[in-house]
């Protein structure tokens, strides 16, 4: 079965700029979303297909996809940003989820 | 407003029941598939169950299936989710989510709006 491999956590220094990998063979053939989970809250839209927004996400929030990673980049990090964040693809059926990253802002 | 709020949660033994419901207001059920994610304590996401919008067509996850029963009421705005033999394993927080999809020419598959979450805990 399809697998989606995330860096269990990622840090950023405040303002900066953080990248979280999502790898997944030939992934960049496939539509991409990424999920924001804060600390006992429901998990929030933030990506789909690769790089668009929903409306209300802010710009700093962007995505990409190509070969075998997809990449969530937040710019100008603050600390509101800290949580989990998941990716997600459909393939053979199924949902396939990240096993999800932790993002600490320093 | 766009609502998606989920019930049925609670404790259940080993081996038993549940039926969980999520009532969904703000936008047309009837025209937009639905699925259940879990997430066990301290644990990741977990899909669970999906449904079509007009409820022919399901999918399930491995480790639910021939146990779980997805279904929906679009005149009561209501998605369900039917558990039956529940095991530790099951026990988890219960999303309903939303879905926009497409399984055509460059398929894609997202979650756009989500409950709060329902929690499920199966134990003796």
């Known amino acids: 079965s399809y697998e989606l491999t995330q860096p269990l956590s990622v840090s950023v220094a405040l303002g900066q700029t953080a990248k979280i990998t999502c790898g997944g063979d030939?992934?960049?053939?496939?539509?991409v979303c990424w999920y924001q989970q804060k600390s006992g809250q429901a998990p929030v839209l933030i990506i789909y297909?690769?790089?668009i927004r929903p409306s209300g996400i802010p710009e700093r929030f962007s995505g990409s996809n190509s070969g075998n990673t997809a990449t969530l980049t937040i710019s100008r990090g603050q600390l509101g940003d800290e949580g989990d964040y998941y990716c997600q693809v459909w393939d053979s059926d199924s949902v396939i989820f990240g096993g999800g990253t932790k993002l600490t802002v320093l | 407003e766009v609502q998606l709020v989920e019930s049925g949660g609670g404790l259940v033994q080993p081996g038993g029941s549940l039926r969980l419901s999520c009532a969904v207001s703000g936008f047309t059920f009837s025209n937009s598939a639905m699925n259940w994610v879990r997430q066990a304590p301290g644990k990741g996401l977990e899909w669970v169950s999906t449904?079509?919008?007009?409820?022919?067509?399901?999918y399930y996850a491995d480790s639910v299936k021939g146990r779980f029963i997805i279904s929906r009421d679009n005149s009561d705005n209501t998605l369900l989710l039917q558990m039956d033999s529940l095991s530790a394993e099951d026990t988890a927080v219960y999303y309903c989510?939303?879905?926009?999809?497409?399984?055509?020419?460059?398929?894609?598959?997202?979650?756009?709006?989500w409950g709060k979450g329902t929690t499920v805990t199966v134990s003796s």
């Open positions: 297909r690769d790089d």
């Open positions: 449904l079509s919008d007009r409820g022919d067509t399901t």
């Open positions: 030939n992934i960049g053939s496939k539509n």
């Open positions: 989510a939303k879905v926009e999809l497409w399984f055509g020419e460059n398929y894609f598959y997202y979650m756009d709006v």
